[in-house]
């Protein structure tokens, strides 16, 4: 009984993150570029590499608006949580291709996918923190 329910908790998570991955604001000119990939892995790829810079840009100025706004407190507090998060997301997306076990290029879109994604995921929250400071 105990197994079962570890897998469904497992698979309850999955559904979210892909629920959540699904919400993910990208750019139109990234949806554009992969419309005319014709799903060529190295297009899609380079669309990637394009939206990584948009989304990363996207981050840094909503991470550095609100740092602006924050007490000398919870800026480090937000310093803290910056760092922690992007450690995470440098090693998880590095898992996913690795020049080992996972070294195919269906592999690379999905490590390229995941930087971009989690990219515009916490660009979404630190924006979301901006106006709700802005609401106060």
């Keep these: 009984m105990k197994h079962r329910f570890t897998i469904l908790a497992a698979l309850l998570v999955l559904a979210a993150s892909a629920q959540g991955a699904e919400d993910v604001p990208l750019s139109k000119a ?5 419309d005319k990939s014709g799903g060529s892995d190295f297009k899609v790829i380079e669309c990637l590499g394009a939206e990584y810079t948009r989304q990363d840009k996207r981050l840094n100025d909503a991470y550095r608006k609100l740092l602006a706004r924050l007490s000398k407190q ?21 898992f996913l291709y690795d020049n080992e076990a996972f070294a195919g290029t269906a592999d690379r879109v999905d490590a390229s996918s995941c930087n971009v ?14 106006v709700r400071l802005e609401e106060k």
């Design 30 to 34: 990234f949806g554009k570029c992969t």
């Design 74 to 94: 919870k800026g480090e507090e937000l310093r803290k949580v910056q760092r922690v998060w992007l450690a995470y997301v440098e090693a998880e997306c590095a």
């Design 117 to 130: 994604t989690e990219r515009a995921r916490r660009a979404a929250d630190l924006e979301s923190f901006l």
